[in-house]
């Protein structure tokens, strides 16, 4: 064989290389005839599905930036690039990866080991009630299944499919009918033989001065996905030498308030109900999936930087109530304290007015159910 045809063999396989992800996205997607109300059941049924893959979010949300909100606004705020294998809802792994390093969360039925590998630093936490999100709730099975919670069959419809990495995904849209609701509506793809979403779309109403109805506040994606159990010793910590191990009893301001505030919410707020929380706790969630509604009680001295942050974050403006912030669906009022030292930290996919009204109706009971 020549050399001339030798190098032409070779740019032909280059080419077919080149040219198979533009082949493989040309071909027809799937679809099928399921009902929006069967998939989206499926969806929450798939917590224990095994699963591993690279997937990537980007939202729009600009929390203020306080200690008190660790990496939280960079989560929701800015592009994160996640890994994950997830052998079970008590068995999983999730990778952050920045240009900056890279962190890691191992989690097991009795709690969660934070790995940070620039400082050889990993600390364990045990299971809490409340907490602030961390990168696995960006993965879009966890986004998904948390959205379409309490999903009505009324406010469910198809999409049309779409090839999410490599694979032909079935939609769902959820258009909420809450007038509390800050979202406009919820569209997830999930896989078709799992049932694990592989992509998730969250749009929220008119919030803020800037903000456009039916904007994209955030999106979710799997750029590589496998349905396969993975391997237990990937979502096994175990810690390199010369590291160091540290354990801590709260992860956050959140957990922290939920164990030690004398508060008992009370079991409905701003006419959303359904409180979930612990015996004990004092942190309270209300609503469902679209409208979700939190309220913390925070201490002067927890209060104080997240309203000193407030007041030098733009479009922050003063209420009846507080400090209030508005991005997209999301928003975020710090109470005024009151005659005990205590402000409430309010914040969820609910509207402005809504909560006022939850801020009014803590100030009325003294924080107390």
């Known amino acids: 064989m020549t050399t001339a045809?030798?190098?032409?063999?070779?740019?032909?396989?280059?080419?077919?290389?080149?040219?198979?992800?533009?082949?493989?996205?040309?071909?027809?997607?799937?679809?099928?005839?399921?009902?929006?109300?069967?998939?989206?059941?499926?969806?929450?049924?798939?917590h224990d599905v095994p699963y591993s893959g690279s997937a990537e979010s980007t939202g729009t949300l600009q929390l203020p930036a306080s200690t008190q909100f660790g990496a939280l606004g960079d989560l929701l705020g800015e592009r994160t690039r996640l890994r994950t294998w997830w052998r079970s809802a008590d068995d999983w792994r999730v990778d952050t990866v920045r240009t900056t390093g890279e962190s890691d969360l191992f989690h097991d039925e009795s709690g969660t080991t934070r790995w940070v590998y620039e400082s050889?630093?990993?600390t364990r936490t045990p299971n809490v009630f409340v907490r602030i999100p961390d990168a696995s709730d960006l993965l879009p099975p966890i986004l998904g299944r948390r959205l379409l919670d309490g999903a009505r069959p009324d406010e469910l419809s198809r999409l049309p499919a779409e090839r999410i990495a490599g694979r032909d995904a079935l939609g769902v849209r959820l258009r909420p009918s809450d007038q509390q609701s800050s979202i406009d509506r919820v569209e997830v793809w999930a896989d078709p033989e799992t049932a694990v979403p592989l992509r998730v779309e969250v749009y929220g109403d008119s919030y803020g001065p800037?903000?456009?109805?039916?904007?994209?506040?955030?999106t979710t994606a799997f750029s590589s996905f496998s349905s396969e159990l993975p391997a237990a010793s990937i979502t096994r910590f175990e810690p390199p030498p010369g590291s160091t191990t540290r354990f801590e009893r709260v992860l956050d301001f959140a957990s922290a308030a939920d164990a030690f505030?004398?508060?008992?919410?009370?079991?409905?707020?701003?006419?959303?109900?359904?409180r979930r929380t612990s015996a004990v706790g004092?942190?309270?969630?209300?609503?469902?999936?679209?409208?979700?509604?939190?309220?913390?009680p925070l201490w002067d001295r927890a209060a104080d930087p997240i309203r000193e942050q407030l007041n030098s974050t733009a479009g922050m403006r003063h209420t009846t109530s507080g400090h209030f912030v508005g991005t997209g669906p999301l928003g975020v009022l710090l109470t005024d304290e009151d005659a005990f030292g205590t402000s409430w930290l309010l914040t969820g996919t609910v509207t402005p007015a809504t909560l006022e009204r939850a801020a009014a109706e803590l100030a009325a009971s003294g924080g107390f159910g």
């Open 5 to 46: 045809r030798r190098w032409w063999i070779v740019a032909i396989g280059v080419l077919a290389l080149l040219a198979a992800p533009l082949l493989v996205h040309a071909l027809p997607v799937e679809d099928s005839a399921e009902s929006a109300t069967s998939l989206a059941a499926r969806i929450q049924q798939s």
């Open 120 to 122: 050889l630093t990993a």
């Open 210 to 218: 800037t903000d456009q109805p039916g904007q994209v506040a955030m």
């Open 261 to 274: 505030a004398p508060q008992e919410p009370p079991a409905n707020l701003a006419g959303l109900g359904g």
């Open 282 to 296: 004092a942190v309270a969630v209300y609503g469902r999936g679209p409208t979700l509604l939190v309220g913390v």
